[in-house]
């Protein structure tokens, strides 16, 4: 049984149909690479998946549940986390304190619990705190932990991004363009991060205009256009599909080099 599976899942805005019949099945410790043109449904699908909408037709299945119809916040505390495309961060709040609003989702101890401060609190709280001194360490953030989000530099503050999402302790993480704005070298450090994640045991589920980004971190690809799903399989093979050249790629064929 795949770790998350999506059977024909279709989405409608009225008349227009942005998703079309989409099944997909990510394996756990998949990185899944979803590429496509502009407005070929990729956002839509990350959107659906959270919660964010809800599909208009088919099922999409965590760890063999049915999440449909769940809330985005239900379905992060069921194991889901995501990142947008545009940089969303507590601009005045720390480091840690952003990181720290995020992993409020592990807590299992009850406001009554977390007021008169009980052991099981205290140490669920240590706990939770030594994770995301952890994730800090981990993506490079640990030198700015008391440094306000608005602060940081551009590239920070697409790490800190992906930080506060991990640090809901997610099995699958969703990045929406991590590496948009970047130059190489930054796009560069963006990607050994996520290769850190992976490492953690993260499912990754990643969209991506940079296909060298995508060469450099995918399992698996899909390529979705007019909402539609023209191609599946590992990065070399999609890469080089015709039909996919046609759609998105134009008449180059890439490599991870």
């Known amino acids: 049984m795949a770790l998350l599976e999506l059977k024909n899942i279709s989405k409608n805005f009225g008349m227009l149909r942005a998703l079309d019949q989409i099944s997909l099945n990510v394996e756990q410790g ?13 956002t839509t699908l ?3 998946i959270s919660g964010y909408y809800q599909a208009t037709q088919g099922t999409i299945r965590l760890d063999g549940k049915d999440i449909c119809g769940l809330r985005p916040d239900r379905i992060a505390a069921r194991g ?24 409020y989702l592990q807590y299992k101890t009850s406001n009554w619990q977390a007021f008169f401060g009980t052991r099981a609190y205290r140490d669920e709280h240590e706990r939770i705190v030594g994770r995301v001194l952890d994730i800090l360490r981990l993506l490079d953030l640990f030198n700015d932990t008391f440094i306000p989000g608005e602060k940081l530099s551009y590239g920070y503050q697409r790490m800190l991004g992906i930080a506060i999402a991990l640090s809901a302790d997610p099995k699958i993480l969703m990045l929406d363009e991590p590496t948009t704005g970047m130059n ?10 996520i290769k ?8 990754i589920i990643i969209i991506e205009h940079n296909m060298r980004v995508v060469a450099n971190l995918a399992t698996n690809v ?10 599946e399989g590992e990065p070399h093979m999609v890469m ?3 039909e996919v050249i046609e759609a998105y790629l134009g008449t180059e064929t890439f490599s991870s080099n």
Request: charged content about 15%; aromatic content about 6%.
């Open 184 to 193: 190489h070298q930054e796009a560069m450090f963006v990607v050994e991060n």
């Open 30 to 42: 998949d990185v899944l690479g979803i590429v496509g043109p502009n407005g070929s449904g990729k």
């Open 222 to 231: 899909v390529v979705l256009n007019f909402g539609t799903k023209i191609a």
């Open 240 to 242: 080089n599909n015709r």
């Open 80 to 103: 889901i986390a995501r990142t947008f495309q545009s940089n969303v961060i507590y601009d005045s709040a720390t480091v840690i304190e952003s990181m720290l609003v995020s992993a």
């Open 196 to 203: 850190k994640i992976r490492e953690q045991g993260v499912t």
């Open 46 to 48: 990350i959107n659906v």
